[in-house]
């Protein structure tokens, strides 16, 4: 937070679409893995980088060498192949797994154009922040508590701890 000036009320669309794009992609990603087998939504979901690459050249305007593009495209062709289902496969999840890819890889995107305008902490700040607020905004409209038990809150607090310090190293 005391990495740098704090961002004015006009950044706060580029703060902000990061995390909602985050959120959503981390909710796809949920019901994927609720709807299917991990070992075919897992590698589906790891496209994202992949995606993540080929949206930066078209939003952003970056290269790619030749050598960049085979790489991208021997890894996307092993994750299809590795998530073939074969016989007795299921497929459940799998659309959303791919949404969940597509809006990872253009989570980086946004967050790319976050941290240049404001600074990598400050966007994991805004993501913690607008996160919060939709989760409140759930409970809230689904008439829920958002109040553990000590036990809960300490497991919370601790796996957010982890998750933003890998977060931040990210």
Not at 102 to 111: D, E, P, R
């Amino acid at each position: 937070i005391w990495s740098g000036s704090v961002p004015s009320v006009e950044d706060l669309p580029i703060a902000i679409a990061p995390a909602l794009v985050g959120l959503a992609a981390s909710t796809t990603y949920m019901i994927a893995l609720r709807d299917g087998i991990l070992s075919l939504i897992s590698p589906t979901v790891a496209t994202s980088g992949g995606l993540g690459a080929v949206l930066a050249v078209i939003l952003l305007g970056e290269r790619l060498t030749p050598i960049q593009i085979g790489g991208l495209t021997a890894a996307v062709v092993g994750v299809v192949l590795a998530t073939s289902r074969g016989r007795g496969g299921s497929v459940d999840g799998m659309r959303w797994a791919v949404v969940s890819a597509l809006l990872f890889g253009l989570y980086t995107v946004t967050l790319a154009i976050a941290s240049d305008r404001l600074g990598p902490i400050w966007a994991v700040v805004a993501y913690r922040i607008t996160g919060l607020v939709v989760l409140g905004a759930v409970l809230a409209a689904r008439g829920l508590s958002p109040w553990l038990d000590r036990v809960g809150l300490r497991r919370v607090a601790i796996a957010a701890t982890l998750e933003t310090v890998g977060f931040v190293a990210f």
